[in-house]
C-alpha cells in the first residue's frame, strides 16, 4: 500500500512518468513495479498510455472503471448459447478480445452453463462476467446438487474428494446418454485459472503454473465454477484439443494426464493403484504427473506398470515429474522425464 501512494504521489508531481523513472525513484525492481501499476490501473487510479518500453504513466482524469455484467437467469428452457450471444453484444467482445481468446472464453462459458442447464437440478443460476484492461473473468453459480456430489453418488465413490479424482481424468459424466464428459476436462484447461467450488471441496487448476490444488472451503450449495484468463494470452482451444485429442487418435479425447498427489501423498498398496486407475481404461495415454508425491510401495507400482499394462497393452503409459525419493522404484518399471 506505501509503495503505491509513493507511485501515484510520484506521477502527480510530475505528471507523467515512465516505468523506468518509477523504478529508480522508487528502488524497486520492475516486477515489483509491475504489480503495483497493474492495481492502480485496475482500480482507475492510473492511465497507461502507449506500450512496452515506452509506456508512460499519468494520473487518470477519469476513474475508468472494470466493465461488469450480473444476471440471474432461470435454467429452465434457457439456451447457453444466447446467453452468451447477449454477453458478447454487452461486452462488444469480439471486437475487445483476440480471437484465440474468444474462442476460449466461448468453449468454457457455453460447456459450464450447459452443464448447470442439464446437471445441477436447480432452477437458476446467477452469472457474472468482468472485463478489464488485463483479464476476462467469468463465474457461473448454480444452486443445485453439486457437481462433485452428483459425480460420488454415480459412481458409488466413498466421498466427494474421491469424486474430484474422477473428474480431473477427463471422460467423467453422469449423463452418458448425451455428454462424453470431455467438457469440464477441456475448459479446466483452456483458462489461466479455473476454480470449480461445491460444498466444502476447492478445486483450483492453475495452468500458469502447471499445477492443480484441491482445498477445503465454507459449504456452499449447489456449484460456482470462476474461469479467468488474460486478454493477451496466447493459449488456443485447438491447441488443446490437438494435445490430448492428436490427429494419431483420429482426434478422438483419448488421451489424460493425471495428477497423482490428488488422491493422496503416499503409496503403498494395489488397491490404491485399483481405485486411481479406475475409469482409466478408456484412454488410449495416460500421463502420470507425480509432482508431489513422497513414496511409493512396490505392490502400487507393480499394479500400475504390470497388472493394468499387462491387461491393457493397447494403452501408453507415461510418467513425469517425479522425485529423488521415489525414482529408484520407478527406474526399473518405466521411462520417465524428469
Do not use: W
Request: aromatic share 10%; charged share 30%; with cysteine.
Amino acid at each position: 500500500m506505501k509503495t503505491m501512494e509513493e507511485i501515484l504521489r510520484l506521477i502527480k508531481q510530475e505528471r507523467a512518468v515512465s516505468g523506468k523513472e518509477i523504478q529508480e525513484h522508487l528502488g524497486i525492481s520492475r516486477q515489483a513495479m509491475n504489480k503495483h501499476l497493474k492495481k492502480l490501473i485496475q482500480k482507475g487510479e492510473v492511465l497507461k498510455i502507449g506500450s512496452t518500453k515506452g509506456a508512460m504513466y499519468r494520473i487518470a482524469g477519469k476513474i475508468i472503471a472494470p466493465e461488469h455484467f450480473r444476471k440471474v437467469y432461470l435454467l429452465k428452457g434457457l439456451e447457453e448459447d444466447k446467453a452468451f450471444s447477449e454477453i458478447v453484444t454487452c461486452f462488444n467482445l469480439r471486437k475487445k478480445l483476440r480471437k484465440n481468446v474468444f474462442d476460449l472464453i466461448n468453449h468454457a462459458f457455453t460447456e459450464i452453463l450447459n452443464n448447470a442447464i442439464e446437471h445441477s437440478l436447480s432452477s437458476k443460476c446467477r452469472v457474472e462476467i468482468l472485463v478489464d484492461q488485463y483479464v476476462c473473468k467469468f463465474l457461473i453459480r448454480d444452486f443445485g446438487i453439486g457437481i462433485f456430489h452428483s459425480i460420488r453418488d454415480k459412481f458409488g465413490l466413498k466421498d466427494e474428494y474421491a469424486a474430484v479424482g474422477e473428474l480431473i481424468k477427463g471422460k467423467t459424466t453422469t449423463m452418458k446418454e448425451r455428454h462424453t464428459g470431455e467438457g469440464v476436462f477441456f475448459t479446466s484447461k483452456s483458462g489461466d485459472r479455473v476454480v470449480f467450488r461445491s460444498h466444502k471441496t476447492n478445486l483450483i487448476f492453475d495452468n500458469l503454473k502447471g499445477d492443480i490444488i484441491v482445498e477445503e472451503k465454507k459449504f456452499v450449495k449447489g456449484t460456482e465454477v470462476e474461469f479467468g484468463i488474460s486478454r493477451k494470452s496466447r493459449r488456443d482451444i485447438t491447441g488443446i484439443f490437438r494435445f490430448y485429442a492428436p490427429e494419431e487418435f483420429d482426434y478422438g479425447f483419448e488421451k489424460t494426464k493425471v495428477f497423482v498427489k490428488l488422491f493422496q501423498r503416499e503409496y503403498v498398496s494395489r488397491s490404491e493403484a485399483k481405485r486411481m486407475l479406475f475409469g482409466l481404461d478408456k484412454f488410449r495415454e495416460i500421463i502420470l504427473n507425480f509432482k508431489g508425491v513422497r513414496s511409493l510401495g512396490q505392490g502400487f507400482v507393480d499394479e500400475i506398470f504390470r497388472v493394468f499394462q499387462k491387461q491393457h497393452p493397447e494403452i501408453k503409459i507415461s510418467v513425469e515429474n517425479v522425485n529423488p525419493s521415489i525414482a529408484p522404484i520407478l527406474m526399473h518399471t518405466v521411462d520417465y522425464k524428469n
